[in-house]
């Protein structure tokens, strides 16, 4: 599954992370992503242009329309524009777009992390999921009785090399993989799984903070 760098100006991506803008546009004359290039479920990192990376959120409904003529802009914006605050500035630069992509944005959160992605004009990339910083990590039943985590995602690399986890009370572990594989060998998982009443499908996050260091959070199903 790929993920997405969505660079858009500052005032847009504050509006998203307040919840009022809810659902990411692009119109352009030519085919160019995300145009058949993001599905629901594929997850996006929001950055500043020419600044830094603000947002992330996952792709929910995704609208596509090709052959556009100008009365089609027109009613477009009349069907999304409360969802995607564009203002007459935006939709007049928009009338002669061939092509248009609406992108709902679900479980939006604030980071200021995002993956590698090839500098261009382009104002959207797709990068492989292996550049994503951030490893989503579900927790099973197993998991949660007998205090461990496994890292099934991480590359034999990391799993090669000392890790240091900083928790959210500040706490800082230094760690490893059992034997090179996916499971960390510290067990102190225990009273974070309590305090945060972890149950079976939530998910522990890890955000890459430079090599083998990464922040650990602790996320409900329901976030």
């Known amino acids: 599954?790929?993920?997405?760098?969505?660079?858009?100006?500052?005032?847009?991506?504050?509006?998203?992370?307040?919840?009022?803008?809810?659902?990411?546009?692009?119109?352009?004359?030519?085919?160019?992503?995300?145009?058949?290039?993001?599905?629901?479920?594929?997850?996006?990192?929001?950055?500043?242009?020419?600044?830094?990376?603000?947002?992330?959120?996952?792709?929910?409904?995704?609208?596509?329309?090709?052959?556009?003529?100008?009365?089609?802009?027109?009613?477009?914006?009349?069907?999304?524009?409360?969802?995607?605050?564009?203002?007459?500035?935006?939709?007049?630069?928009?009338?002669?777009?061939?092509?248009?992509?609406?992108?709902?944005?679900?479980?939006?959160?604030?980071?200021?992390?995002?993956?590698?992605?090839?500098?261009?004009?382009?104002?959207?990339?797709?990068?492989d999921e292996s550049l994503s910083p951030l490893l989503d990590v579900t927790l099973t039943d197993g998991a949660i009785r007998n205090r461990y985590l496994t890292l099934t995602r991480a590359s034999e690399q990391t799993r090669s090399r000392p890790v240091m986890l900083l928790l959210p009370d500040g706490r800082e572990i230094d760690t490893g993989f059992a034997d090179g594989k996916a499971m960390l060998r510290w067990r102190g998982w225990g009273p974070y799984y309590q305090q945060y009443q972890m149950i079976p499908g939530d998910t522990v996050r890890f955000v890459a903070l430079g090599p083998g260091r990464y922040r650990v959070s602790f996320h409900k199903l329901s976030h």
């Open 1 to 127: 599954m790929p993920i997405h760098v969505a660079i858009l100006k500052r005032p847009y991506i504050r509006l998203i992370l307040e919840g009022k803008k809810t659902v990411e546009s692009r119109l352009t004359r030519t085919a160019q992503p995300p145009y058949r290039a993001i599905e629901s479920g594929d997850r996006i990192f929001i950055k500043a242009s020419a600044g830094p990376f603000m947002a992330t959120a996952i792709a929910g409904k995704v609208e596509q329309h090709d052959g556009l003529e100008p009365n089609d802009i027109l009613r477009l914006r009349m069907r999304h524009n409360l969802a995607v605050c564009g203002d007459d500035s935006y939709w007049d630069l928009k009338q002669s777009s061939r092509f248009a992509v609406f992108v709902g944005l679900t479980q939006v959160e604030p980071i200021e992390v995002g993956p590698a992605y090839p500098k261009s004009m382009r104002a959207w990339h797709v990068v």
